[in-house]
């Protein structure tokens, strides 16, 4: 099936709640909220069809210095490429920056006392149409 437009990526405020003081704690003041933009992400497909609550988070890993020259220089859409772009250059060493924001997430979303959200049902197929999503075609399962 072709989706020709996806929905916005819009974190969930109480995931967001639960995981920000714990992103605050592990990375300090590199821990900031980022501008929003339109980014083109399939991201919240997946979680909007079972009715689940999501966060998408970003992980700066342009080089440092690359990075502060261009800020100083007002330069960040020219000298920064992006990650379609064959100039992109990602700083390895965030990796592990990025296994740490993604252990951090999981283990605060996993200690927190949610209360559910909406039926419990082992069948995921009606997970979805009670997320209000179109309808499947379930004689492709």
Not at 20 to 32: I, K
Request: include cysteine; charged fraction near 20%.
């Amino acid at each position: 099936r072709f989706v020709g437009l996806l929905a916005a990526t819009e974190n969930d405020p109480g995931v967001h709640a639960v995981v920000r003081p714990h992103f605050d704690e592990c990375f300090g003041a590199d821990s900031v909220d980022m501008q929003p933009w339109t980014a083109s992400e399939d991201f919240p497909v997946i979680p909007t069809a079972f009715g689940c609550p999501y966060l998408f988070w970003t992980v700066g890993i342009t080089p440092r210095r690359q990075w502060n020259r261009a800020v100083k220089a007002g330069r960040l859409d020219i000298d920064v490429p992006s990650n379609h772009n064959p100039g992109f250059l990602p700083d390895l060493s965030a990796l592990g920056v990025c296994t740490d924001a993604a252990a951090v997430a999981v283990l605060a979303c996993l200690d927190h006392d949610w209360d559910p959200a909406g039926p419990v049902d082992d069948d995921p197929w009606a997970a979805a149409d009670w997320a209000g999503e179109p309808a499947v075609d379930r004689s492709t399962r």
